[in-house]
């Protein structure tokens, strides 16, 4: 009569433990991941509000760009007023637009 | 080979437990495979614990900005808001009605109002808009069953105001506002109307001396330092126009 585990026995429960410790990391990864991104929309965000809030009172026609923490936010205004605006995020991805045309001043 | 207890007969007897050796081998095993789940756990707490950090500054950024850009979008500094030290005043607009031609008492408005919330003499006062561009302040002294109609008014809902003393004859609009403040303070934002205190709007994330209103001659900004590094990095932003250009 023999008590007790096999060595392949516990290997096999480590194995399985395994999977389930790097199926909770691989979900920490994924999570961490889209809080990533998330900020950066965030500072996308503000920062092209900043932007917007400035052209609607001084909407010059012209080009320009300002930097945020992991990109920059860019504008062109035409001589009609029409504003496209983008957020560019840290590997040069669109991470928002807006086209609009600025109140006449 | 076994890692734990077991019995192995042999030719002569039977022998029943481990050698030494497997035992050592065992334990060690045992110590070791310990040792690495407790790291695991560890590091996954702390991963967790940085997430959660991560996600409460995120979150306090977004409910501080939104929450004070709204409020300030349509005010005059001045008039409307204040800024001293880690306090910004202001009158904190919650609806609009239109006024109705009829007056039922000289103190009285019929008007048609839409807001984010129902009007309360006991905190709100009304900014009254005259047809001449003119404006004055009165206090909502009471509410009462609106005693004629008003189809001309445009919509929301009809609505009798009584007001601490009589208005301009020409009274065209009325803007309801409580008076308020907010603080950046205990490492909140926090909103303080009336006595009821200063309440947090956002998580207590951020670092206290360091988190700061900014005003310049034509902007209102704000200056977010997280109190904790694993939460991320700062925001400083534009918040409102100090003056309008």
Redesign the interface.
């Given at each position: 009569?023999?008590?007790?585990?096999?060595?392949l026995e516990?290997v096999l429960a480590?194995l399985v433990?395994e999977i389930g410790?790097l199926g909770?990391?691989g979900t920490?990864l994924l999570?961490?991941t889209t809080?990533t991104r998330?900020?950066t929309l965030?500072?996308a965000v503000?920062?092209a509000?900043?932007v917007l809030?400035?052209l609607r009172?001084?909407g010059a026609p012209g080009l320009g760009g300002a930097p945020f923490?992991a990109g920059e936010v860019v504008w062109s205004v035409g001589d009609s007023g029409r504003m496209d605006l983008r957020a560019i995020g840290p590997n040069g991805e669109i991470l928002l637009g807006v086209i609009s045309v600025l109140p006449a001043r | 080979?076994?890692?734990?207890?077991?019995?192995?007969r042999d030719g002569a007897g039977s022998r029943r437990g481990a050698s030494v050796p497997e035992a050592v081998v065992a334990l060690l095993v045992g110590l070791l495979?310990v040792h690495l789940?407790l790291r695991?756990v560890e590091q996954?707490r702390s991963?967790?614990a940085r997430?959660a950090k991560?996600?409460d500054a995120?979150v306090a950024?977004?409910v501080g900005?939104y929450v004070v850009?709204s409020e300030l979008r349509v005010g005059l500094r001045g008039r409307d808001w204040v800024l001293s030290d880690d306090s910004l005043s202001l009158r904190a607009f919650r609806g609009t009605a239109t006024v109705c031609p009829m007056r039922p008492a000289p103190d009285e408005l019929l008007v048609r109002y839409r807001g984010t919330r129902s009007p309360d003499p006991a905190k709100d006062s009304l900014l009254l808009l005259t047809a001449r561009g003119g404006a004055e302040v009165r206090a909502l002294a009471g509410m009462g069953a609106p005693a004629g109609s008003c189809a001309a008014a445009g919509a929301g809902a009809l609505a009798q105001w009584r007001l601490d003393r009589e208005p301009a004859a020409d009274v065209v609009l009325a803007r309801l506002f409580e008076r308020g403040s907010y603080h950046l303070a205990g490492s909140a934002l926090r909103y303080e109307r009336g006595l009821s205190g200063r309440q947090p709007l956002t998580p207590e994330v951020w670092s206290h001396p360091s988190t700061t209103w900014t005003l310049s001659a034509e902007r209102l900004g704000v200056r977010l330092v997280p109190r904790d590094a694993d939460a991320?990095?700062g925001?400083s932003?534009?918040l409102a126009?100090a003056s309008?250009?």
């Open positions: 009569m023999r008590t007790g585990f096999t060595l516990v480590l433990l410790v909770v990391a920490l999570a961490s809080l998330a900020e965030e500072r503000a920062r509000e900043g809030d400035s009172w001084d923490a | 080979m076994t890692v734990s207890r077991r019995t192995r495979v789940a695991t996954m991963a967790q997430l991560r996600t995120l950024l977004r900005r850009r991320g990095a925001w932003g534009f126009w309008r250009p």
